[in-house]
T-cell receptor
Framework: DVKVTQSSRYLVKRTGEKVFLECVQD?????MFWYRQDPGLGLRLIYF???????EKGDIPEGYSVSREKKERFSLILESASTNQTSMYLC?????????????FGPGTRLTVL | AQSVTQPDIHITVSEGASLELRCNYS??????LFWYVQSPGQGLQLLLK??????LVQGIKGFEAEFKRSQSSFNLRKPSVHWSDAAEYFC???????????FGAGTRLAVHP
């Protein structure tokens, strides 16, 4: 079974803090993704990575950065958290890049920025 | 630009009733289409996917979906809903390389006993 884990289920931070969200997958997948989920908007892609140290911007990268130093770990960084970044964050991974492959999702981190 | 529309934000059905969740997509080429389900407090789980061949796709938990190119639709169906099917359902289309997904806004399903 593919397992994607996220470091925290719930997180509360203050405006201006630097926030790290961690994601780990155990299936040697090349591609990893960070999404943000908001009511009425579905999931929106923030960043993705197709290899170690490689990253690409998604649809809403502003205010975020990412790090992928090891294949199994993909971190999302909020350099200076703001209240409009209060949201559910979902990490996903998949092997290869074929269109038919399946993305496997972690349980999500619900972040509240006060 | 590619997009996915799920016209129904909330749907309520009675247990045992049939279900159809609508999904329309906009995509220039042959689409790769997915349905995911998110139970409360959980991540997303793949129900089924379509990429070629038979336009009627069977998935897990008794769900099926039909790809209709002429209508740009990929509606999800289940003949008899169970209370445990209460969840949020997302339709998605694969976009470009690296299998990026574009998601619809989701449909929240409530099941009455």
């Amino acid at each position: 079974d593919v397992k994607v884990t996220q470091s925290s289920r719930y997180l509360v931070k203050r405006t201006g803090e630097k926030v790290f969200l961690e994601c780990v997958q155990d299936m040697d997948h090349e591609n990893m993704f960070w999404y943000r989920q908001d009511p009425g908007l579905g999931l929106r892609l923030i960043y993705f990575s197709y290899d170690v140290k490689m990253k690409e911007k998604g649809d809403i990268p502003e205010g975020y950065s990412v790090s992928r130093e090891k294949k199994e770990r993909f971190s999302l960084i909020l350099e200076s958290a703001s209240t409009n970044q209060t949201s559910m964050y979902l990490c996903a991974s998949l092997t290869g890049g074929e269109g038919t492959d399946t993305q496997y999702f972690g349980p999500g981190t619900r972040l509240t920025v006060l | 630009a590619q997009s996915v529309t799920q016209p129904d934000i909330h749907i309520t059905v009675s247990e045992g009733a049939s279900l159809e969740l609508r999904c329309n997509y906009s995509y220039g080429a042959t689409p790769y289409l997915f349905w995911y389900v998110q139970s409360p407090g959980q991540g997303l789980q793949l129900l089924l996917k379509y990429f070629s061949g038979d336009t009627l796709v069977q998935g897990i938990k008794g769900f099926e979906a039909e790809f209709k190119r002429s209508q740009s639709s990929f509606n999800l169906r289940k003949p008899s809903v169970h209370w445990s099917d209460a969840a949020e359902y997302f339709c998605a289309v694969g976009s470009g390389g690296y299998n990026k997904l574009i998601f619809g806004a989701g449909t929240r399903l409530a099941v009455h006993p």
